[in-house]
């Protein structure tokens, strides 16, 4: 055997591909060469960005004993989570059913045909008191293999069938009333204060991540939602967590408070953070959430757009061996950009000082460097001269390891981002950018006539899965919004019958996360992980494409997809509020809102400024795709909202739209569903 890697279409793989370590592709072939001969497989499953995965990269997979006794007894076999993420679901739903904690690197050994008998994460090289090293595990694996064959079997027989009982939802596609989805959003309205960390904001401790679809529901929630929403989405907005020399955010907190970040950078986490301050901008009016969408916008047109106006996939935490050395200072580098006196303006808006902030992730030690955190965002804008410059100086350093593939799903999550800033802030940079993104998505990932799921260097690789075609689909449904374009909801529609076709199962209601069958067992996933689930944004595709196109049976469809959605949140509602936030939408109710008045004018503006994403917002030729007009209508301008059958009196001042908007949202009988 021979490393494989270098012929890939992965920076992940890449990065291995001169190890000594002769790693395979996930692919039928290899599974055949371990069959052939009688090997087990070894996978390593990880992506470009994770810092753990360079650690063991660096201490094992470089390491000429390790690299002996993986190619002497096993297939090593690397897989880029981002490329395959049904083959990490199938494995990590493994790691958690046989009791450990999942995570990245992900250290597997399976049968030849795929089943998993040992599941991990990280394992250092040489053992310690508390761990078998990866040495050790090898050695082990390697006699059992040999000598006990039949315990290893039973392992496998006994993992694979909780593996094919572990579901999240007992659902079936059956009639569902909106009495169970007032429930089970009831159920989250209630879990998530509860969870709320009133002091710092988010929600949980340490590790804390942004939650983004937590505050995505609570925005559609009342007053109090609101409230938690807007309250976490400042203290992040104050915190470490915010690159506040670059914008954007890094991809978690390993501190309560926001504060010392782990430092990748993912496109997804931008997406949702755009799209959320966006939409709490338009919730709550507050300026600080419009600036921080406009902020996130330059960020991404910075740092993460590509010359085919694709989006790249992340940047990494490392730069020069170390964790944070890009975007963190010593106090005297800070006095060299700035001068003694900018210095001392930067020290009283953020907590930063001569001793350093920063503790090593790892280790726990004063690193003597200092992430900037605002004592309060009311400081921030008094020294904007002084971020300015350290922008510059750090463009000096050696910047991070970006993963420059571009992936169908987290550029569609960009693309709807882009058209929420360009719809709720009136950005006409984010409505450029968009309009840009949705002519590239098509040309690149639909270029063979089917969804394709990753580009790199020029070329696609892998079928669409379903997140893929839901968030792509989304995104092509919001730019329909801004644009008034009715080409691009057509693009969403042809997005949604092919998933239909390739993962729906008719019989038994189940969407399944991908077409392959590659995978010793096709995964469904319908409960939310980083960021809301694929599952809960088809759902809201169906609902609104059943209203514009009402011959394509997407009522069924949606109908069984609910059912199964609903059932699951109503077991785990904090894992679940991506679907929440769908059912809310529904209870509203749903309908459409077509704005026929010319750009600019002022009844026009305030129309795509309103926070009512119940409402399917129509525009320019958008209008003939209206699915239910009234008999007459004013020539003047003029807003017409639809919900349900019914179209409601043409609205034609600002404040009667507000007015309107008020009356339908105080309904007791709404509030009741909706809290």
Known sequence: MKNTLAGSGSPYLHQHANQPVAWQQWARDTHELARRTDRPLFLSVGYATCHWCHVMAHESFEDERVAELLNTYFVPVKIDREERPDVDQFYMTACQASGRQGGWPLTVIALPDGRPFYVATYLPRDSTPRQAGLIELLQRVAHVWKERRSHVEEATD????????????SGSADTLGADRSASAVRGMHEALPEAFDEKHGGFGTAPKFPSWHHLVFLLRTDQNGQAIAATSLAAMRAGG????????????????????????????DQAWALRTYAEAFAATGNPLFGETANELVD?????????????????DADSEGEEGRYYTWTWEELGRVLGESGRERLHAAFDVDREGNFLDEATHRQSGRNVLCAKDPSLISGVVDELAQLQTARRQRVPPLCDTKRLADWNGLTLSALAAAARYTGSSKAFDAAIRLGKAAWATFMESGTLKRSSFDGSTRFAGQLDDYAFLAEGYIHLSEISGQADDLDRARRLLYEAREQLHDPITGDWYVSAETDVPLRM???HDEAYASGASVLLRCMEILDRMYRDDGWQEVAQGLRSLMVSAAEAYPLACTGTGAVLLENLAPRGEMTVQAADGDVLSTAAKRLFAPNLFLITGSMGGRAPYVPESVPSSAHVQICTGTVCHAPIQHVDALKNWMLSVYSDPSIQSDRT
């Open 299 to 315: 960020a991404l047109e910075r740092d993460f757009r590509a010359e085919d106006y694709l989006y790249h996939a992340a940047w």
């Open 158 to 169: 006994q993992l694979h069938r909780a593996l094919e009982g572990t579901r999240l939802t």
């Open 524 to 526: 469904t996933r319908y």
């Open 241 to 268: 967590i915010w690159d506040h020399v670059g914008g954007g955010f890094h991809r978690y907190s390993t501190d309560r408070r926001w504060r010392l970040p782990h430092f990748e950078k993912m496109l997804y």
